[in-house]
């Protein structure tokens, strides 16, 4: 998957695994497994959502404009920002 290529990138890290579904409450989780999954607590009805949504309206506002292809370079930017805004700080508090 090309998002974990770039967060591995980002951090310097390797070896992330992506599983689709939820673990077993009896499952082992290793230590960051589990602060992986407090980090992410607030986000995961965003990243579970499966809504497929419409284009029409947007498409007529914006004449079908695209999306850039998400690069590196628009990823890095983007955590660098919320790196350096220390954005979701308060949420771990």
């Not at 980090?39 to 995961?44: E, L, M, N, S």
């Not at 579970?48 to 930017?77: C, E, H, M």
Request: aromatic share 12%.
């Amino acid at each position: 998957m090309r998002l974990v290529s770039y967060i591995e990138r980002f951090l310097n890290v390797t070896g992330i695994e992506v599983v689709i579904g939820t673990s077993g409450a009896d499952e082992m989780r290793n230590p960051p497994e589990e602060l992986f999954d407090h980090f992410i607590r607030a986000y995961r009805p965003y990243i579970s959502d499966k809504r497929i949504f419409l284009r029409g309206n947007t498409d007529r506002v914006n004449g079908g404009a695209l999306p850039p292809d998400l690069s590196y370079d628009i990823f890095q930017r983007c955590m660098a920002f919320v790196v350096s805004a220390d954005w979701g700080a308060n949420l771990f508090h």
